[in-house]
Nanobody, 125 residues
Framework: QSQFVESGGGLVQPGGSLTLSCVAS????????IGWFRQASGKERERVSC????????NYTDSVKGRFTTSRDNARATVYLQMNNLRPEDTGVYYC??????????????????WGQGTQVTVSS
Protein backbone atom coordinates (compact mmCIF):
# COMPACT_ATOMS: atom_id res chain seq x y z
CA GLN A 1 0.00 0.00 0.00
CA SER A 2 1.09 3.59 -0.58
CA GLN A 3 1.88 5.94 2.29
CA PHE A 4 2.69 9.60 2.77
CA VAL A 5 4.10 9.91 6.29
CA GLU A 6 4.58 13.25 8.01
CA SER A 7 6.90 14.23 10.83
CA GLY A 8 8.42 17.30 12.44
CA GLY A 9 5.55 19.01 14.21
CA GLY A 10 5.68 20.15 17.79
CA LEU A 11 5.46 23.02 20.24
CA VAL A 12 7.58 26.13 19.64
CA GLN A 13 7.66 29.67 20.98
CA PRO A 14 6.82 32.63 18.75
CA GLY A 15 9.79 33.43 16.54
CA GLY A 16 10.97 29.84 16.53
CA SER A 17 11.39 27.43 13.64
CA LEU A 18 10.27 23.96 12.64
CA THR A 19 10.86 21.77 9.60
CA LEU A 20 8.14 19.38 8.50
CA SER A 21 8.87 16.37 6.30
CA CYS A 22 6.70 14.04 4.26
CA VAL A 23 8.13 10.76 2.99
CA ALA A 24 6.39 8.88 0.20
CA SER A 25 6.37 5.12 -0.19
CA UNK A 26 4.46 2.98 -2.64
CA UNK A 27 4.06 5.80 -5.15
CA UNK A 28 6.47 7.74 -7.30
CA UNK A 29 6.83 11.09 -5.58
CA UNK A 30 8.60 12.82 -8.47
CA UNK A 31 5.50 12.40 -10.67
CA UNK A 32 3.49 14.69 -8.45
CA UNK A 33 3.02 18.27 -7.41
CA ILE A 34 2.92 18.61 -3.61
CA GLY A 35 0.83 21.03 -1.60
CA TRP A 36 1.14 21.86 2.08
CA PHE A 37 -2.10 22.67 3.87
CA ARG A 38 -3.01 23.67 7.38
CA GLN A 39 -6.20 23.78 9.37
CA ALA A 40 -6.52 25.78 12.55
CA SER A 41 -9.25 25.11 15.08
CA GLY A 42 -12.44 26.79 13.95
CA LYS A 43 -11.03 27.82 10.58
CA GLU A 44 -11.18 26.44 7.05
CA ARG A 45 -8.30 24.46 5.65
CA GLU A 46 -5.96 26.57 3.54
CA ARG A 47 -3.11 25.82 1.22
CA VAL A 48 0.04 27.44 2.53
CA SER A 49 2.50 26.36 -0.15
CA CYS A 50 2.96 24.25 -3.25
CA UNK A 51 5.92 22.84 -5.14
CA UNK A 52 5.54 21.57 -8.68
CA UNK A 53 6.60 18.17 -9.98
CA UNK A 54 8.46 19.35 -13.06
CA UNK A 55 10.25 22.63 -12.53
CA UNK A 56 10.11 22.64 -8.75
CA UNK A 57 8.59 26.10 -8.82
CA UNK A 58 6.84 27.19 -5.63
CA ASN A 59 3.83 29.19 -4.53
CA TYR A 60 3.00 30.55 -1.07
CA THR A 61 -0.01 32.11 0.51
CA ASP A 62 0.59 35.74 1.44
CA SER A 63 0.62 35.17 5.19
CA VAL A 64 3.69 32.90 5.02
CA LYS A 65 5.72 34.55 2.26
CA GLY A 66 9.25 35.26 3.42
CA ARG A 67 8.90 32.91 6.39
CA PHE A 68 8.14 29.46 4.94
CA THR A 69 10.11 27.57 2.30
CA THR A 70 9.08 24.32 0.63
CA SER A 71 11.52 22.03 -1.14
CA ARG A 72 11.73 18.49 -2.42
CA ASP A 73 14.31 15.73 -2.72
CA ASN A 74 12.89 13.30 -5.25
CA ALA A 75 15.77 10.86 -4.84
CA ARG A 76 14.82 10.50 -1.18
CA ALA A 77 11.07 10.66 -1.92
CA THR A 78 10.79 13.50 0.59
CA VAL A 79 9.25 16.96 0.63
CA TYR A 80 9.94 19.61 3.25
CA LEU A 81 8.34 22.68 4.72
CA GLN A 82 10.81 24.91 6.55
CA MET A 83 8.95 27.32 8.81
CA ASN A 84 10.77 30.29 10.31
CA ASN A 85 9.68 33.18 12.52
CA LEU A 86 6.60 31.27 13.57
CA ARG A 87 3.58 33.15 14.87
CA PRO A 88 0.71 31.99 17.09
CA GLU A 89 -1.62 32.23 14.10
CA ASP A 90 0.46 29.54 12.37
CA THR A 91 -0.87 27.03 14.89
CA GLY A 92 -2.79 24.15 13.34
CA VAL A 93 -2.61 20.70 11.85
CA TYR A 94 -0.39 20.61 8.78
CA TYR A 95 -0.87 18.18 5.90
CA CYS A 96 1.13 17.30 2.82
CA UNK A 97 -0.81 16.23 -0.26
CA UNK A 98 -0.01 15.05 -3.77
CA UNK A 99 -1.66 15.62 -7.13
CA UNK A 100 -0.96 15.59 -10.83
CA UNK A 101 -0.74 18.91 -12.62
CA UNK A 102 0.71 22.21 -11.51
CA UNK A 103 0.48 24.50 -8.51
CA UNK A 104 -1.64 26.97 -10.48
CA UNK A 105 -5.41 26.40 -10.33
CA UNK A 106 -7.04 25.69 -13.69
CA UNK A 107 -10.68 25.38 -14.79
CA UNK A 108 -10.27 21.60 -14.84
CA UNK A 109 -8.31 20.91 -11.68
CA UNK A 110 -6.62 17.69 -10.69
CA UNK A 111 -7.59 16.63 -7.17
CA UNK A 112 -5.15 16.08 -4.34
CA UNK A 113 -5.46 12.30 -4.16
CA UNK A 114 -2.91 11.30 -1.50
CA TRP A 115 -2.72 12.99 1.90
CA GLY A 116 -0.40 12.70 4.84
CA GLN A 117 -1.79 11.90 8.26
CA GLY A 118 -1.27 15.41 9.59
CA THR A 119 1.11 16.79 12.17
CA GLN A 120 0.31 19.32 14.89
CA VAL A 121 2.20 22.61 15.00
CA THR A 122 1.60 24.74 18.08
CA VAL A 123 3.16 28.19 18.43
CA SER A 124 2.73 29.51 21.94
CA SER A 125 4.65 31.21 24.70
Amino acid sequence: QSQFVESGGGLVQPGGSLTLSCVASGFQLDYYTIGWFRQASGKERERVSCISSGSGSTNYTDSVKGRFTTSRDNARATVYLQMNNLRPEDTGVYYCAAKRGSCVPTPIEMPYFKWGQGTQVTVSS
